[in-house]
Protein backbone atom coordinates (compact mmCIF):
# COMPACT_ATOMS: atom_id res chain seq x y z
CA UNK A 1 0.00 0.00 0.00
CA UNK A 2 0.90 3.83 -0.43
CA UNK A 3 1.07 5.96 2.51
CA UNK A 4 1.82 9.91 2.35
CA UNK A 5 5.19 10.76 4.68
CA UNK A 6 3.76 13.71 6.75
CA UNK A 7 7.39 15.18 7.29
CA UNK A 8 9.03 14.27 4.12
CA UNK A 9 5.77 15.38 2.15
CA UNK A 10 5.83 12.23 -0.19
CA UNK A 11 4.34 9.15 -0.77
CA UNK A 12 6.00 5.89 -0.42
CA UNK A 13 5.07 2.22 -1.27
CA UNK A 14 5.02 -0.26 1.24
CA UNK A 15 4.89 -4.07 0.27
CA UNK A 16 5.39 -5.52 3.78
CA UNK A 17 6.19 -3.71 7.27
CA UNK A 18 3.91 -1.28 6.84
CA UNK A 19 4.28 1.59 9.80
CA UNK A 20 1.81 2.93 11.88
CA UNK A 21 -0.78 5.35 9.76
CA UNK A 22 -3.65 7.28 10.39
CA UNK A 23 -6.27 7.28 7.65
CA UNK A 24 -8.63 9.54 6.37
CA UNK A 25 -12.63 8.87 5.94
CA UNK A 26 -14.56 11.80 3.82
CA UNK A 27 -16.71 12.35 1.07
CA UNK A 28 -15.26 13.60 -2.43
CA UNK A 29 -15.89 16.84 -3.36
CA UNK A 30 -14.44 19.42 -6.11
CA UNK A 31 -10.30 19.64 -6.59
CA UNK A 32 -9.60 16.25 -5.03
CA UNK A 33 -6.19 15.49 -5.27
CA UNK A 34 -4.92 12.82 -7.62
CA UNK A 35 -1.84 10.40 -6.92
CA UNK A 36 -0.55 11.42 -10.57
CA UNK A 37 -1.49 15.43 -9.58
CA UNK A 38 -0.12 15.38 -5.76
CA UNK A 39 3.26 17.16 -6.66
CA UNK A 40 1.88 19.80 -8.67
CA UNK A 41 -0.97 19.89 -6.98
CA UNK A 42 -1.91 23.98 -6.49
CA UNK A 43 -2.10 24.66 -2.27
CA UNK A 44 -5.32 26.44 -2.46
CA UNK A 45 -7.38 23.87 -3.80
CA UNK A 46 -10.21 22.05 -1.48
CA UNK A 47 -8.39 19.05 -1.62
CA UNK A 48 -4.82 19.78 -1.29
CA UNK A 49 -6.42 21.61 1.93
CA UNK A 50 -8.35 19.06 2.87
CA UNK A 51 -4.27 16.34 2.44
CA UNK A 52 -2.93 18.99 4.61
CA UNK A 53 -5.08 19.28 7.52
CA UNK A 54 -4.93 15.46 7.63
CA UNK A 55 -1.43 15.53 7.94
CA UNK A 56 -0.93 18.25 10.66
CA UNK A 57 -3.61 16.10 12.41
CA UNK A 58 -1.28 13.22 11.91
CA UNK A 59 1.86 14.79 13.55
CA UNK A 60 -0.56 15.94 16.35
CA UNK A 61 -1.17 12.52 17.26
CA UNK A 62 2.50 11.38 16.85
CA UNK A 63 2.12 9.49 13.59
CA UNK A 64 4.47 10.10 10.65
CA UNK A 65 2.10 8.12 7.78
CA UNK A 66 -1.18 8.63 6.68
CA UNK A 67 -3.47 7.33 3.87
CA UNK A 68 -5.90 9.43 1.90
CA UNK A 69 -7.60 7.38 -0.71
CA UNK A 70 -7.38 10.11 -3.52
CA UNK A 71 -3.58 10.50 -3.33
CA UNK A 72 -2.64 7.13 -2.20
CA UNK A 73 -4.16 4.98 -5.01
CA UNK A 74 -3.06 5.10 -8.70
CA UNK A 75 -7.25 5.04 -9.91
CA UNK A 76 -5.63 4.92 -13.99
CA UNK A 77 -4.67 0.99 -12.97
CA UNK A 78 -7.17 -1.45 -12.84
CA UNK A 79 -5.63 -3.76 -11.07
CA UNK A 80 -4.26 -1.27 -8.59
CA UNK A 81 -7.69 -0.12 -8.08
CA UNK A 82 -9.28 -3.96 -7.99
CA UNK A 83 -6.11 -4.82 -4.85
CA UNK A 84 -6.90 -1.32 -2.72
CA UNK A 85 -10.66 -2.06 -2.86
CA UNK A 86 -10.80 -5.79 -1.85
CA UNK A 87 -7.86 -4.57 0.95
CA UNK A 88 -9.74 -1.42 1.56
CA UNK A 89 -11.55 -2.45 4.84
CA UNK A 90 -8.25 -4.22 6.15
CA UNK A 91 -6.44 -1.14 5.66
CA UNK A 92 -9.08 0.51 7.62
CA UNK A 93 -9.43 -1.86 10.70
CA UNK A 94 -5.39 -1.89 10.55
CA UNK A 95 -5.05 1.83 11.44
CA UNK A 96 -3.84 3.58 14.24
CA UNK A 97 -6.62 6.09 14.21
CA UNK A 98 -8.98 7.28 11.55
CA UNK A 99 -9.95 10.78 11.09
CA UNK A 100 -13.85 11.06 9.99
CA UNK A 101 -14.18 14.59 7.94
CA UNK A 102 -17.63 16.38 8.01
CA UNK A 103 -17.23 18.83 5.39
CA UNK A 104 -20.89 20.02 5.74
CA UNK A 105 -20.86 20.10 9.79
CA UNK A 106 -19.65 23.13 12.04
CA UNK A 107 -19.34 22.59 15.53
CA UNK A 108 -17.73 26.63 16.14
CA UNK A 109 -17.49 26.25 19.97
CA UNK A 110 -19.65 23.25 20.86
CA UNK A 111 -17.83 20.75 23.31
CA UNK A 112 -18.93 17.55 24.36
CA UNK A 113 -20.85 18.58 27.21
CA UNK A 114 -22.95 20.70 24.83
CA UNK A 115 -23.96 18.13 22.07
CA UNK A 116 -27.20 17.52 23.09
CA UNK A 117 -27.63 21.19 21.75
CA UNK A 118 -30.28 19.87 18.74
CA UNK A 119 -28.99 22.51 16.04
CA UNK A 120 -25.89 20.43 16.35
CA UNK A 121 -27.34 17.07 16.90
CA UNK A 122 -29.39 17.75 13.49
CA UNK A 123 -26.40 19.27 11.48
CA UNK A 124 -24.52 15.87 12.49
CA UNK A 125 -27.02 13.47 11.75
CA UNK A 126 -27.89 14.87 8.69
CA UNK A 127 -24.50 14.74 7.00
CA UNK A 128 -23.78 13.74 3.58
CA UNK A 129 -21.00 11.39 5.40
CA UNK A 130 -23.50 9.30 6.72
CA UNK A 131 -25.27 8.93 3.08
CA UNK A 132 -22.32 7.34 1.24
CA UNK A 133 -21.64 3.48 0.85
CA UNK A 134 -18.14 3.04 1.56
CA UNK A 135 -17.96 5.01 4.82
CA UNK A 136 -20.06 2.50 6.69
CA UNK A 137 -16.53 0.29 6.23
CA UNK A 138 -14.88 3.28 7.30
CA UNK A 139 -16.98 3.74 10.30
CA UNK A 140 -17.03 0.55 11.40
CA UNK A 141 -13.88 -0.85 10.75
CA UNK A 142 -11.26 1.26 12.36
CA UNK A 143 -10.56 0.17 16.17
CA UNK A 144 -10.46 4.48 16.65
CA UNK A 145 -12.41 6.81 14.76
CA UNK A 146 -12.11 10.55 15.78
CA UNK A 147 -14.77 13.05 13.76
CA UNK A 148 -13.94 16.80 12.24
CA UNK A 149 -15.99 19.40 11.18
CA UNK A 150 -15.41 21.43 7.93
CA UNK A 151 -13.11 23.57 9.74
CA UNK A 152 -11.21 20.27 11.40
CA UNK A 153 -12.68 21.48 14.87
CA UNK A 154 -12.95 17.93 16.55
CA UNK A 155 -16.26 16.98 17.07
CA UNK A 156 -15.49 13.74 19.49
CA UNK A 157 -14.69 10.11 18.80
CA UNK A 158 -17.17 7.59 17.87
CA UNK A 159 -17.74 5.96 21.39
CA UNK A 160 -18.77 9.50 22.56
CA UNK A 161 -20.98 9.90 19.88
CA UNK A 162 -22.13 6.43 19.51
CA UNK A 163 -25.93 7.19 20.82
CA UNK A 164 -26.22 9.91 17.35
CA UNK A 165 -24.14 7.93 15.22
CA UNK A 166 -26.49 4.98 15.87
CA UNK A 167 -29.92 7.30 15.33
CA UNK A 168 -28.16 8.57 12.27
CA UNK A 169 -27.09 5.16 10.34
CA UNK A 170 -29.89 3.00 12.12
CA UNK A 171 -26.92 0.56 13.61
CA UNK A 172 -27.13 -1.35 16.53
CA UNK A 173 -24.96 0.36 18.64
CA UNK A 174 -23.21 -2.32 19.92
CA UNK A 175 -22.02 -3.03 16.37
CA UNK A 176 -20.73 0.73 16.47
CA UNK A 177 -18.65 0.18 19.98
CA UNK A 178 -16.90 -2.29 18.14
CA UNK A 179 -18.37 -5.69 18.99
CA UNK A 180 -17.92 -8.68 16.41
CA UNK A 181 -19.86 -7.50 13.28
CA UNK A 182 -19.83 -11.49 12.31
CA UNK A 183 -22.50 -11.61 15.62
CA UNK A 184 -24.84 -9.82 13.31
CA UNK A 185 -27.22 -11.76 10.34
CA UNK A 186 -26.21 -11.14 6.99
CA UNK A 187 -29.61 -9.33 6.63
CA UNK A 188 -28.52 -7.03 9.26
CA UNK A 189 -25.83 -5.82 7.64
CA UNK A 190 -27.29 -5.60 4.66
CA UNK A 191 -30.10 -3.25 5.96
CA UNK A 192 -27.12 -1.00 7.17
CA UNK A 193 -26.46 -0.41 4.06
CA UNK A 194 -29.95 0.06 2.78
CA UNK A 195 -30.41 4.06 2.54
CA UNK A 196 -26.47 4.37 1.35
CA UNK A 197 -25.50 6.04 -1.95
CA UNK A 198 -22.78 5.47 -4.55
CA UNK A 199 -21.86 7.26 -7.44
CA UNK A 200 -21.55 4.03 -9.53
CA UNK A 201 -24.15 1.51 -9.42
CA UNK A 202 -21.82 -1.24 -9.03
CA UNK A 203 -20.17 0.03 -5.66
CA UNK A 204 -23.10 -0.42 -4.35
CA UNK A 205 -21.54 -4.57 -4.09
CA UNK A 206 -17.89 -3.45 -4.10
CA UNK A 207 -17.80 -1.01 -0.66
CA UNK A 208 -19.62 -4.21 0.90
CA UNK A 209 -16.82 -6.76 0.31
CA UNK A 210 -14.92 -6.17 3.52
CA UNK A 211 -18.06 -6.26 5.56
CA UNK A 212 -18.63 -9.28 4.65
CA UNK A 213 -15.20 -11.22 4.55
CA UNK A 214 -15.88 -11.80 0.75
CA UNK A 215 -13.25 -10.60 -2.40
CA UNK A 216 -14.11 -10.73 -6.08
CA UNK A 217 -12.53 -8.64 -9.42
CA UNK A 218 -13.63 -5.84 -10.56
CA UNK A 219 -16.23 -5.50 -13.57
CA UNK A 220 -17.51 -1.97 -13.94
CA UNK A 221 -19.95 -1.99 -16.32
CA UNK A 222 -21.40 -4.96 -15.11
CA UNK A 223 -24.45 -2.63 -13.25
CA UNK A 224 -26.44 -3.95 -10.53
CA UNK A 225 -24.94 -8.02 -11.59
CA UNK A 226 -22.00 -6.83 -9.20
CA UNK A 227 -24.70 -7.35 -6.24
CA UNK A 228 -25.58 -10.49 -7.33
CA UNK A 229 -22.47 -11.76 -7.95
CA UNK A 230 -21.19 -10.39 -3.87
CA UNK A 231 -24.34 -12.50 -2.67
CA UNK A 232 -22.93 -15.81 -5.06
CA UNK A 233 -20.18 -14.74 -3.13
CA UNK A 234 -21.24 -14.41 0.53
CA UNK A 235 -23.26 -17.92 0.09
CA UNK A 236 -19.74 -19.42 -0.65
CA UNK A 237 -18.46 -18.65 2.75
CA UNK A 238 -21.75 -18.80 4.47
CA UNK A 239 -24.70 -20.50 5.24
CA UNK A 240 -27.03 -17.93 6.79
CA UNK A 241 -30.18 -18.09 4.79
CA UNK A 242 -31.41 -14.37 5.94
CA UNK A 243 -29.96 -13.76 2.72
CA UNK A 244 -32.96 -14.20 1.35
CA UNK A 245 -34.72 -12.37 3.96
CA UNK A 246 -35.09 -8.95 1.80
CA UNK A 247 -38.68 -7.57 0.23
CA UNK A 248 -39.79 -4.66 -1.63
CA UNK A 249 -39.08 -2.15 1.06
CA UNK A 250 -41.60 -0.34 3.47
CA UNK A 251 -38.89 2.44 4.19
CA UNK A 252 -36.98 4.61 1.56
CA UNK A 253 -34.59 7.28 2.45
CA UNK A 254 -33.71 10.25 0.64
CA UNK A 255 -31.42 9.46 -2.07
CA UNK A 256 -31.52 5.56 -2.35
CA UNK A 257 -32.41 3.76 -5.28
CA UNK A 258 -34.91 2.49 -3.72
CA UNK A 259 -36.46 5.58 -3.43
CA UNK A 260 -36.79 5.46 -7.61
CA UNK A 261 -37.68 1.83 -7.73
CA UNK A 262 -41.31 1.18 -9.01
CA UNK A 263 -42.28 -2.73 -7.99
CA UNK A 264 -42.54 -2.84 -11.91
CA UNK A 265 -38.89 -1.92 -11.74
CA UNK A 266 -37.53 -5.10 -9.23
CA UNK A 267 -35.95 -7.78 -10.55
CA UNK A 268 -35.48 -9.50 -8.08
CA UNK A 269 -35.67 -13.60 -7.30
CA UNK A 270 -34.33 -15.40 -4.77
CA UNK A 271 -31.40 -12.65 -4.41
CA UNK A 272 -32.20 -9.45 -4.04
CA UNK A 273 -31.44 -6.48 -6.48
CA UNK A 274 -29.93 -3.65 -4.59
CA UNK A 275 -28.74 -3.22 -0.71
CA UNK A 276 -32.38 -0.89 -0.58
CA UNK A 277 -34.62 -4.00 -0.64
CA UNK A 278 -32.92 -4.96 3.21
CA UNK A 279 -34.31 -1.58 4.43
CA UNK A 280 -37.26 -3.71 6.76
CA UNK A 281 -34.57 -6.27 7.61
CA UNK A 282 -32.80 -5.19 10.38
CA UNK A 283 -34.39 -7.16 12.79
CA UNK A 284 -33.93 -10.57 10.88
CA UNK A 285 -31.59 -12.58 12.96
CA UNK A 286 -29.96 -16.25 12.31
CA UNK A 287 -32.49 -18.97 13.72
CA UNK A 288 -31.15 -20.06 17.27
CA UNK A 289 -31.98 -23.61 16.95
CA UNK A 290 -30.54 -24.15 13.59
CA UNK A 291 -33.51 -26.91 12.98
CA UNK A 292 -32.94 -26.61 8.86
CA UNK A 293 -29.67 -25.60 8.83
CA UNK A 294 -28.60 -27.71 5.69
CA UNK A 295 -25.80 -27.11 3.20
CA UNK A 296 -27.12 -25.27 -0.30
CA UNK A 297 -25.57 -24.80 -3.28
CA UNK A 298 -25.04 -21.85 -6.08
CA UNK A 299 -25.42 -22.94 -9.43
CA UNK A 300 -26.04 -21.58 -12.89
CA UNK A 301 -29.87 -22.19 -12.82
CA UNK A 302 -30.42 -20.59 -9.49
CA UNK A 303 -30.12 -21.66 -5.53
CA UNK A 304 -29.95 -25.14 -4.92
CA UNK A 305 -31.57 -25.77 -0.99
CA UNK A 306 -33.74 -27.49 0.93
CA UNK A 307 -36.66 -25.98 3.00
CA UNK A 308 -39.47 -26.89 4.58
CA UNK A 309 -42.25 -26.01 1.59
CA UNK A 310 -45.82 -25.84 2.51
CA UNK A 311 -47.28 -26.10 -0.60
CA UNK A 312 -50.08 -24.90 -3.10
CA UNK A 313 -52.90 -26.70 -1.30
CA UNK A 314 -51.85 -26.47 2.60
CA UNK A 315 -51.08 -22.58 2.54
CA UNK A 316 -54.75 -21.54 1.99
CA UNK A 317 -55.12 -22.83 5.56
CA UNK A 318 -52.52 -21.59 7.12
CA UNK A 319 -52.35 -18.19 9.27
CA UNK A 320 -49.63 -16.56 7.38
CA UNK A 321 -48.52 -12.77 8.77
CA UNK A 322 -46.70 -10.09 6.53
CA UNK A 323 -43.53 -9.36 8.44
CA UNK A 324 -43.01 -5.72 8.08
CA UNK A 325 -41.29 -2.55 10.16
CA UNK A 326 -42.74 0.78 11.04
CA UNK A 327 -41.92 3.58 9.24
CA UNK A 328 -39.58 4.88 11.82
CA UNK A 329 -37.31 2.05 11.94
CA UNK A 330 -36.28 2.17 15.52
CA UNK A 331 -39.78 0.81 16.30
CA UNK A 332 -40.50 -2.94 17.07
CA UNK A 333 -41.07 -5.12 14.14
CA UNK A 334 -45.18 -5.44 14.17
CA UNK A 335 -47.52 -8.46 12.60
CA UNK A 336 -50.24 -7.64 10.10
CA UNK A 337 -53.64 -9.94 10.12
CA UNK A 338 -53.40 -12.81 7.97
CA UNK A 339 -56.96 -11.75 5.86
CA UNK A 340 -55.29 -10.94 2.69
CA UNK A 341 -52.80 -13.44 2.47
CA UNK A 342 -55.04 -16.21 0.54
CA UNK A 343 -52.37 -17.90 -1.48
CA UNK A 344 -53.94 -18.32 -5.26
CA UNK A 345 -53.42 -22.30 -6.18
CA UNK A 346 -49.77 -21.90 -7.01
CA UNK A 347 -48.92 -20.56 -3.91
CA UNK A 348 -46.54 -22.54 -2.16
CA UNK A 349 -44.23 -21.06 1.03
CA UNK A 350 -40.58 -21.66 1.78
CA UNK A 351 -39.46 -21.38 5.18
CA UNK A 352 -36.11 -19.96 6.10
CA UNK A 353 -33.78 -20.50 9.06
CA UNK A 354 -33.82 -17.17 10.51
CA UNK A 355 -36.21 -15.36 12.72
CA UNK A 356 -37.51 -12.34 14.25
CA UNK A 357 -34.68 -10.99 16.85
CA UNK A 358 -37.52 -11.16 19.68
CA UNK A 359 -39.69 -14.33 18.81
CA UNK A 360 -38.04 -17.83 18.74
CA UNK A 361 -41.38 -19.52 17.69
CA UNK A 362 -41.56 -18.27 14.37
CA UNK A 363 -39.53 -18.01 10.78
CA UNK A 364 -39.29 -15.85 7.72
CA UNK A 365 -40.60 -17.11 4.60
CA UNK A 366 -40.97 -16.70 0.96
CA UNK A 367 -43.79 -17.16 -1.54
CA UNK A 368 -42.66 -19.09 -4.50
CA UNK A 369 -44.15 -20.65 -7.56
CA UNK A 370 -43.57 -23.32 -9.66
CA UNK A 371 -42.58 -22.91 -13.30
CA UNK A 372 -43.19 -25.97 -15.30
CA UNK A 373 -40.82 -24.24 -18.40
CA UNK A 374 -37.86 -23.99 -16.21
CA UNK A 375 -38.43 -26.92 -14.05
CA UNK A 376 -37.75 -24.34 -10.87
CA UNK A 377 -39.06 -22.13 -8.67
CA UNK A 378 -39.32 -18.29 -8.41
CA UNK A 379 -39.47 -16.12 -5.67
CA UNK A 380 -42.63 -14.03 -6.17
CA UNK A 381 -44.63 -10.92 -4.49
CA UNK A 382 -41.86 -8.58 -3.29
CA UNK A 383 -44.57 -5.96 -2.25
CA UNK A 384 -46.23 -8.75 0.49
CA UNK A 385 -42.08 -9.35 1.66
CA UNK A 386 -41.43 -11.53 3.84
CA UNK A 387 -43.99 -13.25 6.01
CA UNK A 388 -43.88 -15.49 9.58
CA UNK A 389 -44.70 -19.09 9.95
CA UNK A 390 -44.49 -20.53 13.10
CA UNK A 391 -42.54 -23.67 14.16
CA UNK A 392 -45.70 -25.65 14.97
CA UNK A 393 -47.36 -25.00 11.77
CA UNK A 394 -44.23 -26.19 9.97
CA UNK A 395 -44.01 -29.50 12.06
CA UNK A 396 -47.56 -30.25 11.03
CA UNK A 397 -48.32 -29.13 7.45
CA UNK A 398 -44.10 -28.52 6.09
CA UNK A 399 -42.27 -30.81 4.03
CA UNK A 400 -38.69 -30.83 3.32
CA UNK A 401 -38.20 -30.18 0.04
CA UNK A 402 -35.12 -30.00 -2.45
CA UNK A 403 -36.11 -26.48 -4.14
CA UNK A 404 -34.14 -25.06 -7.29
CA UNK A 405 -35.07 -21.37 -7.12
CA UNK A 406 -34.20 -19.11 -9.99
CA UNK A 407 -31.74 -16.15 -9.14
CA UNK A 408 -34.55 -13.43 -11.01
CA UNK A 409 -38.29 -14.14 -11.72
CA UNK A 410 -38.12 -11.60 -14.66
CA UNK A 411 -42.25 -12.01 -14.15
CA UNK A 412 -42.04 -9.99 -11.06
CA UNK A 413 -45.13 -8.08 -11.56
CA UNK A 414 -47.69 -11.12 -11.65
CA UNK A 415 -48.99 -11.43 -8.12
CA UNK A 416 -50.00 -14.80 -6.16
CA UNK A 417 -51.39 -13.02 -3.66
CA UNK A 418 -55.13 -11.55 -5.19
CA UNK A 419 -55.95 -8.20 -3.88
CA UNK A 420 -59.82 -8.25 -4.41
CA UNK A 421 -61.37 -5.13 -2.54
CA UNK A 422 -59.25 -1.94 -3.59
CA UNK A 423 -60.86 0.11 -0.86
CA UNK A 424 -59.01 0.41 2.40
CA UNK A 425 -60.63 -1.79 5.60
CA UNK A 426 -61.21 -1.63 9.49
CA UNK A 427 -59.86 -5.36 10.02
CA UNK A 428 -60.05 -6.71 13.63
CA UNK A 429 -58.61 -10.65 14.24
CA UNK A 430 -59.15 -12.24 17.44
CA UNK A 431 -56.29 -14.79 18.84
CA UNK A 432 -56.99 -18.13 19.75
CA UNK A 433 -56.85 -17.79 23.26
CA UNK A 434 -59.99 -15.22 22.30
CA UNK A 435 -61.64 -17.36 21.02
CA UNK A 436 -60.92 -20.37 24.01
CA UNK A 437 -61.81 -17.81 26.39
CA UNK A 438 -65.10 -17.50 24.80
CA UNK A 439 -65.02 -14.01 23.82
CA UNK A 440 -66.29 -12.83 20.37
CA UNK A 441 -68.09 -9.11 19.23
CA UNK A 442 -71.67 -8.94 20.14
CA UNK A 443 -72.30 -5.28 19.07
CA UNK A 444 -70.84 -2.09 18.00
CA UNK A 445 -71.56 1.75 17.83
CA UNK A 446 -72.68 2.82 15.59
CA UNK A 447 -75.16 -0.13 15.51
CA UNK A 448 -75.58 0.19 11.72
CA UNK A 449 -72.24 -0.93 11.55
CA UNK A 450 -71.93 -4.27 9.20
CA UNK A 451 -68.91 -7.09 9.44
CA UNK A 452 -67.59 -8.82 6.68
CA UNK A 453 -66.41 -12.40 8.36
CA UNK A 454 -63.16 -13.79 6.87
CA UNK A 455 -62.50 -16.70 9.10
CA UNK A 456 -63.14 -17.66 12.82
CA UNK A 457 -62.28 -14.69 14.93
CA UNK A 458 -61.55 -12.50 12.18
CA UNK A 459 -63.68 -9.38 10.90
CA UNK A 460 -63.36 -6.50 8.74
CA UNK A 461 -65.45 -3.43 7.75
CA UNK A 462 -64.42 -0.52 5.16
CA UNK A 463 -63.26 2.54 6.33
CA UNK A 464 -66.10 4.58 5.21
CA UNK A 465 -68.20 2.37 7.62
CA UNK A 466 -65.69 2.91 10.42
CA UNK A 467 -65.87 6.98 10.14
CA UNK A 468 -69.78 6.68 9.76
CA UNK A 469 -70.29 8.01 13.27
CA UNK A 470 -67.93 11.14 12.31
CA UNK A 471 -65.94 11.88 15.18
CA UNK A 472 -67.49 10.18 18.09
CA UNK A 473 -65.12 6.95 19.09
CA UNK A 474 -65.66 3.71 17.48
CA UNK A 475 -66.79 1.23 20.32
CA UNK A 476 -67.02 -3.06 20.01
CA UNK A 477 -68.48 -4.70 22.66
CA UNK A 478 -67.37 -8.42 23.67
CA UNK A 479 -69.39 -10.81 25.19
CA UNK A 480 -68.54 -14.28 26.29
CA UNK A 481 -70.66 -17.30 24.69
CA UNK A 482 -69.83 -19.38 27.25
CA UNK A 483 -72.07 -18.18 29.61
CA UNK A 484 -72.00 -15.44 32.81
CA UNK A 485 -71.52 -11.61 32.43
CA UNK A 486 -68.45 -11.02 30.92
CA UNK A 487 -68.15 -8.42 28.91
CA UNK A 488 -65.71 -5.87 27.64
CA UNK A 489 -65.58 -2.79 25.77
CA UNK A 490 -62.81 -1.61 22.75
CA UNK A 491 -62.89 1.62 22.51
CA UNK A 492 -61.19 2.84 19.17
CA UNK A 493 -60.90 7.08 18.88
CA UNK A 494 -60.57 8.73 15.91
CA UNK A 495 -57.88 11.37 15.32
CA UNK A 496 -58.37 14.40 12.74
CA UNK A 497 -56.40 16.90 11.60
CA UNK A 498 -57.56 19.67 14.10
CA UNK A 499 -58.01 22.17 11.00
CA UNK A 500 -60.03 19.73 9.14
CA UNK A 501 -63.80 18.94 9.29
CA UNK A 502 -64.63 16.74 6.76
CA UNK A 503 -64.88 13.22 7.38
CA UNK A 504 -63.49 12.04 4.35
CA UNK A 505 -61.51 9.06 4.88
CA UNK A 506 -58.03 10.16 4.35
CA UNK A 507 -58.50 12.59 6.73
CA UNK A 508 -58.17 10.04 9.75
CA UNK A 509 -54.38 10.47 11.02
CA UNK A 510 -54.30 8.04 13.71
CA UNK A 511 -56.24 5.95 16.61
CA UNK A 512 -55.82 5.97 20.02
CA UNK A 513 -57.64 2.81 21.98
CA UNK A 514 -58.25 1.81 25.22
CA UNK A 515 -60.59 -1.11 26.87
CA UNK A 516 -63.29 -0.81 29.31
CA UNK A 517 -63.66 -4.32 31.12
CA UNK A 518 -66.81 -5.62 33.32
CA UNK A 519 -69.16 -3.58 31.54
CA UNK A 520 -71.52 -3.60 27.78
CA UNK A 521 -72.60 -1.23 25.30
CA UNK A 522 -75.78 -0.02 27.36
CA UNK A 523 -78.70 2.18 26.03
CA UNK A 524 -77.70 5.16 26.71
CA UNK A 525 -74.89 6.79 24.72
CA UNK A 526 -73.88 9.84 26.80
CA UNK A 527 -72.99 6.86 29.71
CA UNK A 528 -71.09 5.54 27.67
CA UNK A 529 -69.15 8.27 26.70
CA UNK A 530 -68.92 9.18 30.26
CA UNK A 531 -67.48 5.89 31.18
CA UNK A 532 -64.89 6.34 28.02
CA UNK A 533 -63.83 9.64 30.05
CA UNK A 534 -63.82 8.47 33.09
CA UNK A 535 -61.08 5.27 31.79
CA UNK A 536 -59.28 7.97 29.92
CA UNK A 537 -58.57 9.67 33.21
CA UNK A 538 -57.62 6.52 34.99
CA UNK A 539 -55.22 5.37 32.36
CA UNK A 540 -53.87 8.93 32.79
CA UNK A 541 -53.48 8.81 36.32
CA UNK A 542 -52.09 5.24 37.19
CA UNK A 543 -49.45 5.89 33.95
CA UNK A 544 -50.21 2.51 31.93
CA UNK A 545 -53.14 1.22 29.67
CA UNK A 546 -53.44 -2.41 31.07
CA UNK A 547 -56.79 -3.41 32.46
CA UNK A 548 -57.66 -7.13 33.78
CA UNK A 549 -61.15 -8.43 32.40
CA UNK A 550 -62.93 -12.38 34.35
CA UNK A 551 -63.61 -15.28 32.26
CA UNK A 552 -64.60 -18.30 33.51
CA UNK A 553 -61.00 -19.60 33.42
CA UNK A 554 -59.33 -16.48 35.14
CA UNK A 555 -58.58 -13.57 34.12
CA UNK A 556 -57.32 -11.92 30.69
CA UNK A 557 -54.48 -9.42 31.13
CA UNK A 558 -55.68 -6.79 28.02
CA UNK A 559 -53.20 -4.30 27.23
CA UNK A 560 -54.25 -2.12 24.25
CA UNK A 561 -51.29 -0.41 22.15
CA UNK A 562 -51.21 1.84 18.82
CA UNK A 563 -48.55 1.36 16.30
CA UNK A 564 -48.60 3.77 13.26
CA UNK A 565 -47.02 2.56 9.75
CA UNK A 566 -46.84 3.98 6.45
CA UNK A 567 -49.56 1.10 5.71
CA UNK A 568 -51.15 0.21 8.96
CA UNK A 569 -52.50 1.70 11.89
CA UNK A 570 -52.08 -1.27 13.89
CA UNK A 571 -53.65 -1.47 17.84
CA UNK A 572 -52.85 -4.69 19.49
CA UNK A 573 -53.63 -5.92 22.98
CA UNK A 574 -51.36 -8.65 24.12
CA UNK A 575 -49.14 -8.68 27.22
CA UNK A 576 -47.05 -12.02 28.41
CA UNK A 577 -48.29 -14.21 30.94
CA UNK A 578 -49.55 -12.88 33.98
CA UNK A 579 -48.38 -14.34 37.75
CA UNK A 580 -51.07 -17.20 39.26
CA UNK A 581 -53.08 -16.44 41.24
CA UNK A 582 -55.31 -18.14 44.16
CA UNK A 583 -59.01 -17.38 44.66
CA UNK A 584 -61.50 -19.60 46.89
CA UNK A 585 -59.51 -22.51 46.43
CA UNK A 586 -59.02 -22.71 43.03
CA UNK A 587 -55.28 -22.22 40.97
CA UNK A 588 -56.50 -19.53 38.00
CA UNK A 589 -54.18 -18.10 35.89
CA UNK A 590 -54.01 -14.99 33.63
CA UNK A 591 -54.37 -15.33 30.29
CA UNK A 592 -52.51 -13.41 27.43
CA UNK A 593 -55.07 -11.66 24.81
CA UNK A 594 -54.21 -11.07 21.73
CA UNK A 595 -56.51 -8.95 19.50
CA UNK A 596 -55.44 -7.30 16.66
CA UNK A 597 -57.07 -3.91 14.54
CA UNK A 598 -55.48 -3.32 11.54
CA UNK A 599 -56.56 -0.58 8.57
CA UNK A 600 -54.83 -2.43 5.83
CA UNK A 601 -53.96 0.09 2.76
CA UNK A 602 -54.99 -2.47 -0.39
Not at 372 to 378: C, D, G, K, Q
Not at 423 to 434: G, K, N, P, T, Y
Not at 514 to 541: F, H, Y
Request: charged share 25%; with cysteine; hydrophobic share 35%.
Amino acid sequence: MRLLQVSEWKILDFQEDVPEYAILSHTWGKEEVSLAEFQKAKTTSQGYRKILNCCKQAISDGLDYVWIDTCCIDKSSSAELSEAINSMYQWYRDSAICYAYLDDVKCNDFILAERGDEVFTSSFAKSRWFTRGWTLQELLAPSIVDFYDADWNSIGSRDELADLIAEATQIDIRAIRLSNIDDYSIAQRMSWASHRRTTRIEDEAYCLLGLFGVNMPLLYGEGDKAFLRLQQEIMKESDDQSIFAWSSGTSTFKGSRQESESLADIRGGILAASPARFADSGHVVRSRTNENNTPYAVTNKGISIKLPLFKAETTANIQLIPARWTSSQWANHYRTPSLTLTMAPRGNLAMLNCQPADDDESRYSIVIEWRANTESYVRVNYDLGLVFASLQEAKEKAELTELLIQYYNKTAKILTIPVSNPERRVIIQSSELIERAGFQIHSTLPASSRWERLNTGTVAMSTTVFLSNGRRDFVIEYRSRRGGDYRFLLVLKKRFPNSQETMQKDTLVGIEALAIVGTGMGENEAILQSQVLDETAAIKARGENIVYQKCQDGELCLIPKVKEARHAWLITMQTSDAPKSEKGGLVQRRHKMDLTVDFMFR
